[in-house]
């Protein structure tokens, strides 16, 4: 947690784990690097279902309206989407710390 590269891909990682709020919660107090630290973990709310409560919120409000048969496929494409949108901007955002 010592350079803002390390600091981005470990909030990037964390994120997709215990989603992107908590990690910002766990990592501040070791970094002194807020500014990579924030952009971690905000592109850390694409790839997982986990990496954004708003992810879950999203599953939650489907099973909700009882779109049961829908799930799988929205699984499927969220997960495409997310790991392409993942895959672009996290590297965009490796790039621009440097």
Known sequence: MRTP???Y????VASQFISNVPA????????????????GVNV?????LVASLANLLTL??????GERDA??????????LN????LLLGSLGWFWLR
């Open 44 to 48: 850390g709310g694409l790839g997982t």
């Open 60 to 65: 939650k409000q489907l099973l909700a309206l």
């Open 9 to 12: 891909l470990t909030s990037l």
């Open 71 to 80: 799930v799988r496929p929205f699984f499927k494409l969220f997960t495409v």
């Open 24 to 39: 910002t919660v766990l990592l501040a107090p070791f970094t002194s690097h807020a500014t990579a630290l924030f952009w």
């Open 83 to 86: 790991a392409l949108g993942l």
């Open 5 to 7: 590269h390390m600091v």
